[in-house]
């Protein structure tokens, strides 16, 4: 729970065994954390909860979450 306190950042890099994978190298942000999973809203509208040890993320770094922002503000000046 105190590694992806709700709000960060991730990146999936592979799902474990399901049906309807999201794809590798998606993006998402931590909503809610139990003791079995770390559930997402990923950036491309889905949700779904991670497992550690079955699935394979990361959080983002501090320079890709700099990047995220540099693009939000651009966009936002369109």
């Known amino acids: 729970k105190n590694n992806y ?3 960060t950042r991730i990146v999936l ?5 399901d049906p309807r994978p999201i794809e590798s190298n998606t993006r ?7 003791d079995k ?3 997402l ?6 949700q779904l909860g991670l497992v550690p040890g079955e ?4 959080t983002l770094t501090a ?6 922002q540099q693009m939000d503000e651009s966009q936002d000046l369109i």
């Open 5 to 7: 306190p709700p709000g």
């Open 13 to 17: 890099l592979q799902m474990g065994d």
């Open 28 to 34: 998402g942000t931590v909503g809610v954390v139990d």
């Open 37 to 39: 999973e770390v559930a």
């Open 41 to 46: 809203s990923f950036d491309n509208g889905r």
């Open 55 to 58: 699935d394979s993320f990361r």
């Open 63 to 68: 320079e890709e979450l700099t990047e995220e």
